[in-house]
């Protein structure tokens, strides 16, 4: 089992910035491709960005959603076995429960069902 630990969350105003981070203590950190997906309310999973195991796999790719490509970079640091979410120029649209997951894979897919361990989700509230 995987314990993932998320904070950054929060109230921002739109064009603002957030970083979200998500801890997995005492775990074997880059065994795991890393993804952040949002909920927002009365909607589905929507995936935001995912990150493969490490660097020296396939380059440390990643991949975005089209709809946050330019404004959100993710990223890890497998020494401190945790992954980041940086989020900038935030639009009231972006505002959901912002989940971090984790999949026994070198990469990962797009779907809740890639991922084999979530966080217990942050809220991001953006305000126009």
């Known amino acids: 089992q995987v314990q993932l630990v998320e904070s950054g969350g929060g109230l921002v105003q739109a064009g603002g910035s957030l970083r979200l981070s998500c801890a997995a203590p005492g775990r074997t950190f880059s065994n795991y491709a890393m993804g952040w997906l949002r909920q927002a309310p009365g909607k589905d999973h929507e995936f935001v960005a995912r990150?493969?195991?490490?660097?020296?796999?396939?380059?440390?790719?990643?991949y975005y959603a089209d709809s946050v490509k330019g404004r959100f970079t993710i990223s890890r640091d497998n020494a401190k076995n945790t992954a980041y979410l940086q989020m900038n120029s935030l639009k009231p649209e972006d505002t959901a429960v912002y989940y971090c997951?984790?999949?026994?894979?070198?990469?990962?897919?797009?779907?809740?069902?890639?991922?084999?361990?979530w966080g217990q989700g942050t809220q991001v509230t953006v305000s126009s």
């Open positions: 990150i493969v195991v490490s660097i020296t796999w396939n380059g440390g790719r990643t």
């Open positions: 997951a984790a999949a026994r894979y070198a990469n990962a897919g797009v779907k809740r069902d890639d991922y084999n361990y």
